[in-house]
C-alpha cells in the first residue's frame, strides 16, 4: 500500500513559502521577457513529445502588457475553482478534483499562466485525474460535457505529464479526515446521537478541506496536517468533541517529526491561508480584462475569447 511517508509528494512537492514565491516570480518574469521579445507569451507546445519552443514572432503587439505577479495569483484560483466545478457537475469523487487541483498547482509552480493557457491546463488536469484515480472518462466525454474541444486536453496531456515529472500519486486531506473521523468514534464512545454529530463533522470538515485546496495550504503541508485543520474548524462550529485532548492521544501513539505546539501553529497558519483567501469572480476577470489590453495574441482564436466561460 502506498505511504505519504515514502512518497514523492513529500520528498518533492512539499515547500517553505519562499520556494513558491521564488517559482511564481521566476515564472512571471520570463513570461514577461518572453512578451517583450516575441510580443506574446503562448508558447509552441509539441502533442506528441510535449516538448516546448518559443512563440512566433507577434507584429504590432509592442503595448501588449504582461500579467502583475498578483493577477497571475488571482488567475490561478479563479480556475482552480472552475476544477471544483466541472467535477462537481460530472459527480466526480473527492479525490479526482483534489488531484487535478494539484497538478494544476504543480504546473503552474514551473509555468505562467500566459504560458500556457490555464483553461486548457485545468481541462487537462481533470482529464488526467481521471485516468490516474480510475474514473475512466474520455477526453471527447469531458469537452462535450462542458461543451469544449476536446483536441484542447489532448494537445496539453504531454507537457502537463512532463512538467509534473510523471509524479502522479497524489495524497490529498480527504481520506485522512475519513480516518480520523472513524477514529474519533472510538475517542468519543459513540452513542447517544454522537454518529449524527460526527457525520455532520465530516460533511463540514470536507467543504473545509475544499477551502484549503484554493490556498498554497496543499503545496506546504501534508494532508494529515489538512485534515485536522479541517476537523479543528469545523468543530470550532460544532463542538463536538475535546479537540486539544484528542490531538494530544495521536501524538502518544505515533512518532512525529513535530511537537503538538508546532503541529498547533501549522494548523493555525492553514486556517490564516483560508481567511486570506480571495476568489474572483467571472465578473472579477472579466473587470481585470478590461482595466488592460489583452495580454496575449492580439487576434485571438475563438476558445482564447472563451476565457472565462
Known amino acids: 500500500m502506498s505511504d505519504f511517508r515514502t512518497s514523492t509528494q513529500r520528498e518533492r512537492w512539499i515547500f517553505q513559502p519562499h520556494d513558491l514565491m521564488e517559482r511564481w516570480a521566476a515564472a512571471n518574469q520570463r513570461a514577461a521577457e518572453t512578451l517583450a521579445q516575441y510580443g506574446t507569451t503562448r508558447m509552441k507546445v509539441d502533442q506528441l513529445d510535449g516538448s ?17 505577479y498578483e493577477e497571475e495569483q488571482l488567475t ?124 455532520e463533522l465530516h460533511q463540514t470538515a470536507m467543504s473545509h478541506a475544499d ?5 498554497d495550504a496543499p503545496l506546504l503541508y501534508t494532508p494529515g496536517q489538512l485534515a485536522l485543520a479541517a476537523l479543528h474548524k469545523s468543530n470550532d462550529i460544532l463542538r463536538v468533541f475535546d479537540f486539544e485532548r484528542y490531538l494530544e492521544t495521536i501524538f502518544s501513539r505515533q512518532h512525529s517529526d513535530c511537537t503538538v505546539e508546532q503541529f498547533v501553529q501549522s494548523i493555525n497558519a492553514i486556517h ?30 475563438s476558445t482564447d475569447a472563451q476565457l472565462n466561460g
Not at 516546448?52 to 502583475?68: N, T
Not at 496531456?157 to 510523471?166: N, Y
Not at 467571472?282 to 473587470?287: A, F, S, T
Open 272 to 301: 490564516y491561508l483560508v481567511d486570506q483567501l480571495k476568489i474572483p469572480t467571472v465578473k472579477d476577470m472579466r473587470h481585470k480584462k478590461k482595466e488592460k489590453k489583452s495580454k496575449h495574441k492580439s487576434k485571438r482564436t
Open 52 to 68: 516546448v519552443d518559443s512563440p512566433d514572432r507577434v507584429e504590432g503587439s509592442s503595448d501588449v502588457k504582461p500579467l502583475s
Open 211 to 215: 477551502k484549503m485546496m484554493l490556498t
Open 76 to 199: 490561478r484560483v479563479f480556475y482552480e475553482q472552475k476544477i471544483q466545478e466541472v467535477c462537481v457537475a460530472f459527480k466526480f469523487p473527492h479525490k479526482i478534483q483534489a488531484t487535478a487541483i494539484i497538478y494544476f498547482k504543480r504546473f503552474y509552480l514551473q509555468w505562467s499562466v500566459m504560458e500556457h493557457h490555464p483553461k486548457h491546463i485545468m481541462l487537462t488536469c481533470v482529464y488526467a485525474s481521471c485516468k490516474v484515480e480510475e474514473n475512466h472518462v474520455s477526453a471527447e466525454e469531458l469537452g462535450k460535457g462542458i461543451q469544449q474541444d476536446h483536441q484542447i486536453i489532448l494537445n496539453n496531456e504531454m507537457v502537463l505529464l512532463k512538467t509534473l515529472d510523471f509524479d502522479l500519486i497524489v495524497y490529498a486531506p480527504y481520506r485522512s479526515i475519513e480516518g480520523f473521523i472513524d477514529d474519533l468514534e472510538g475517542f468519543c464512545r459513540v452513542g447517544n446521537g454522537a454518529v449524527q454529530r460526527l457525520k
